[in-house]
């Protein structure tokens, strides 16, 4: 396990040094994005349209923030992360398209995402559950929004961020997917605690 | 002193240190979990968990951007007078903590999807009452939720299952939610009754601390079996792996009717958030949960 610090934009050369397990901290911009706005995304690129935003090399953060407008200015009052399998939808087209590289969200992502970050350079990273205040505490500036007609959770917050993590790689380009292997490890010790506990093992 | 004023105040205030600060057991819990594991991956989650407790204390912010369904747990004292209008009391309070702390807005018609943005709605805030002995008003907030809430489940088990069959039901639960309601969780475990009652009696286990054991040394001794199981299946902080699932198990039960053993597991992430206090006919009011004069 090793600790890296990242200025965006991040290199595809960057994250394929990254295995599983490798802890990150990203300096620079950093996008939220959820559900409507990865549809919103792809939808303007199959009709040619331009992006407000290019997404290469940027971190993409699973995130709809609590922010708050003081004084014509955007405060940022909480950011954790979403759970993010329900952008595997569009994850995998996402990475091709825009090459985004660093993919940050809570609670993991599927088999589609982890083949693209294989093929195209990108890894996936959790963020902590829950652990907004911390998250916005590394948010230094709203540098823009674009989108908000989605509604302030769905649109794309363009943040300033500084050493914004702890971030645990756990999808990387080698088609590693932490998530599936700890879950594969918790079937066997299922069944161990089963035997111990003496309950059949039927299920 | 107007009472009603007072209990408005305490209730914005309870629901202040609910969402900001985490109750002492739970903290405890999170500390001693930080120092026994030896995984790198979970302690840095926990260490991400403690800083963001940290600051969520220090800057007065809420520690998880969802702040959940409001619901309370009200006690009422068959000498304490000022009941009438108490419900009214209670919305009002929580209309303000949205407003003033800020709460995120968490209350949607299931039909329409329109978002009250205020955090009431029909039968929202929950109101659970109990009427007690005493001089007295009870008031716990106990905020909800919705990523570990999602991963609750009922069980209507076979009797012929029995204490196994629970004992099953509850590891199975743990598996199947995974890292999704951001562990450690907490159980809150119901076990007979029937169907409402136990979720109820699951939801309600919660609210004891889970430094203390059910008084009856039976299900002390399941709850502590529990415990231990689900924190070998190693699915750890955030389902990234590690020693630490569950910082606690709780179990409530009722008698069961003798054709039915319904098993109700309810699910708390880490930021298990509650505060309680006690106000007197006088206004002078008593936290018990959190150490804090008043506001
Ligand atoms: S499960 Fe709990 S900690 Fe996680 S995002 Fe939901 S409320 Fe926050």
Not at chain 1, 166 to 185: F, R
Not at chain 2, 38 to 49: F, G, M, S, V, W
Not at chain 2, 74 to 89: P, Q, T
Not at chain 2, 201 to 223: C, F, G, M, S, V
Request: hydrophobic share 40%; charged share 25%; with cysteine.
């Amino acid at each position: 396990m090793a600790v890296f610090r990242f200025k965006t934009p991040v290199s595809e050369e960057d994250v394929r040094k990254l295995k599983i397990g490798d802890i990150i901290y990203v300096t620079g911009t950093l996008v939220t994005a959820r559900d409507e706005a990865h549809k919103r995304a792809l939808e303007y690129y199959e009709k040619g349209e331009k992006l407000p935003i290019d997404f290469e090399g940027v971190a993409l953060y699973h995130c709809g923030p609590i922010i708050k407008k003081i004084n014509d200015e955007w405060i940022t009052v909480a950011a954790g992360p979403t759970t993010s399998t329900r952008m595997e939808l569009f994850e995998a087209e996402f990475i091709e398209k825009f090459k985004v590289r660093i993919i940050i969200g809570k609670g993991g992502m599927g088999k589609k995402t982890a083949e693209a970050c294989k093929k195209y350079g990108a890894v996936y990273c959790a963020f902590t559950g829950g652990a907004a205040v911390l998250a916005a505490e590394a948010i230094k500036k709203v540098k823009s929004v674009e989108w908000l007609d989605l509604g302030m959770p769905e649109a794309l917050w363009v943040f300033e961020v500084e050493n914004f993590g702890p971030l645990t790689v756990a999808i990387d380009t080698y088609g590693n997917n932490l998530y599936h292997e700890v879950m594969s490890k918790v079937e066997a010790n299922k069944k161990e605690i089963y035997e111990r506990l003496g309950l059949k093992k039927e299920e | 002193m107007n009472l009603v004023q007072k209990i408005e105040d305490t209730t914005v205030n309870l629901l202040r240190l609910a969402v900001t600060r985490l109750p002492r057991d739970v903290k405890d819990a999170l500390k001693a979990a930080y120092e026994r594991e030896t995984d790198q991956t979970a302690k840095t989650q926990l260490k991400a968990i403690l800083d963001n407790i940290t600051l969520a204390e220090k800057t007065e912010r809420p520690m998880c951007q969802d702040t959940g369904v409001i619901i309370f747990y009200v006690k009422i004292c068959d000498k304490f007078e000022e009941i009438s209008g108490l419900s009214e009391i209670l919305k009002t309070a929580t209309v303000r903590a949205t407003r003033e702390i800020p709460l995120r807005p968490n209350a949607v018609h299931p039909i329409t999807q329109k978002n009250s943005g205020d955090n009431t709605g029909r039968y929202i805030p929950y109101i659970n009452w109990e009427i007690i002995q005493g001089n007295f008003l009870e008031i716990t907030v106990f905020p909800k939720g919705g990523g570990s809430e999602n991963m609750s489940r009922l069980g209507m088990l076979k009797p012929g299952e029995g204490v196994e069959g629970m004992k099953k039901f509850v590891i199975d639960t743990v598996v199947q939610a995974g890292g999704q309601p951001c562990p450690p969780i907490i159980l809150g475990v119901g076990i007979g009754g029937g169907a409402d009652i136990a979720m109820k009696l699951a939801k309600k286990a919660l609210l004891r601390p889970i430094t203390q054991r059910h008084p009856d040394p039976e299900i002390a001794k399941i709850e502590e079996e529990l415990l231990e199981a689900i924190n070998e299946t190693g699915i750890g902080p955030m389902g990234l792996g590690g020693k630490t699932t569950s910082l606690g198990v709780n179990i409530e039960y009722a008698h069961r009717h003798p054709a039915s053993y319904p098993v109700g597991v309810v699910v708390q992430c880490w930021a298990a958030r509650k505060a309680t206090a006690r106000i007197y006919p006088d206004g002078t009011v008593e936290y018990l949960t959190h150490e804090v004069g008043e506001k």
